[in-house]
């Protein structure tokens, strides 16, 4: 499945509930399954980090349809290596308190 498969299957699933609750509430539920996320790689259950990295990705999609975002046009941001050096794999040097993609101040 490509990521645009996924993200008009989870539009499918779910667009109408989650664009009627709205972007600010459903990034929050979104933030809630991140959250699930990171308790369950606490865990290293493999069973439950699959599905917690599912529902984070399904949260992430229709949060990204409800924000107008396509998910695979946006990650192509990535497609010629690191966004900074343009490397694969990142040849930048070690960031301080900084996340992949994040642009430099």
């Known amino acids: 499945m490509t990521i645009n498969e996924f993200q008009s299957l989870i539009e499918d699933i779910y667009y109408n509930k989650d664009s009627a609750r709205g972007l600010p509430s459903t990034f929050m539920w979104f933030i809630e399954e991140v959250g699930e996320l990171a308790q369950a790689l606490r ?5 439950e980090l699959a599905e917690e990295f599912a529902d984070v990705l ?10 107008g975002v396509d998910l695979q046009q946006a990650a192509q941001k990535y497609a010629s ?9 990142c040849n930048c040097p070690e960031p301080t308190g900084r996340h992949p993609g994040q642009q430099q101040a």
């Open 81 to 89: 290596g690191c966004p900074k050096c343009g490397q694969t794999p």
């Open 58 to 67: 399904a949260w992430l999609a229709t949060t990204a349809s409800i924000a």
């Open 43 to 47: 865990s290293s259950n493999p069973d």
